[in-house]
């Protein structure tokens, strides 16, 4: 037990101790705001600003870019009405079946305006899609994307998390909505198909680093699990041709699994094999056709599908946006340095 002596002798003052910190006696430093200051650094952001946004624009207008919206392009197919034969667009048909075999075919015919010289990449394009909603963010599984198999996964990947029987493997929305197009382009002056390729399009640290598959055979591995409802393919079919490309190491999955923050937005699909003759410099002006295998359902959203060719710069893809915000910014700063400056002169004998 305490005795009264050591009750009496515990301290019952709560002033904290004589230090600099507690005391607040630790040095500080306040600007003082005055004409002198404050107008050179508006002027120096201007100056500085400017030149930026002009080099950003520039190298933005150097990047050359052939957009083609397909959302309802024509099949190649008709419906045959009496002797008429009466197209349908295949937004249409893949309304009326989700998964036809075989697939919605339609073709489009372009001119490419002038050469697009250098790396040529092939993206697709959605509008009004809006992969930045919160729980689709977090509809995913990341230990399963690890290449961890159990018949235990996120409680975030509901709905999507089984079929009544099985574990869904990739579990989630994200993995269930993924992009199924099939884009192909054929010149026509070539009388070739432009070779594409499918790997090195994905980042390289979420293919090495958030993206495993389980080791041994992946048709094994995977095939107690069920597939996403809207994939026609199990996820160790995605590429038969390549199996480095195949089950979570699939570059078209993991583009896809990178969540736009917008919801327009375009993703790297393929790049353009310039080691083959007659595409080493790029791709020529001329005659194309852009062949598509039409699967990805849109119209429910009133959403949009493009392709979309585009060349980089120093800086990679076309974005004049930050150019303009660097000029805007730097006009406004300029501009109000000059009205300070001249209230100062005007006003500052006051």
Sequence with gaps: MTSIS????IPTTKKPSDSAFKQQRLPAWQPILTAGTVLPTFFVIGIAFIPVG??????SDQVKEYIIDYTDCNSTNYFISGTNKVPYTCAEYISKDPHPDPPCTCEINFTLPSDFNGKIYMYYGLTNFYQNHRRYVKSRDDNQLLGQLSDVVS???EPFANNGTNV??????????????????????????????????????DKNIKFRNPEGDLKKAFGNYAKPKNWTKYIYELDREDESNNGFQNEDLIVWMRTAALPTFRKLYRRVNHTVDGFSDGLLEGDYRLTVHYSYPVSAFDGKKRMILSTTSLLGGKNPFLGIAYIVVGCICLLLGLTLLIIHIKCSKR
Excluded at 6 to 9: A, G, P, T
Excluded at 177 to 186: C, G, R, T
């Design 6 to 9: 050591e009750v009496n002798s």
């Design 54 to 59: 002009i080099g950003l624009l520039y190298f």
């Design 155 to 157: 409680g975030d990947c």
């Design 168 to 205: 869904i493997v990739p579990c989630g929305a994200i993995a269930n909505s993924l992009f199924s197009d099939e884009l192909k382009l054929y010149s026509m002056s070539h009388k070739t198909d432009v070779p594409l390729l499918k790997t090195g399009i994905a980042w390289p640290s």
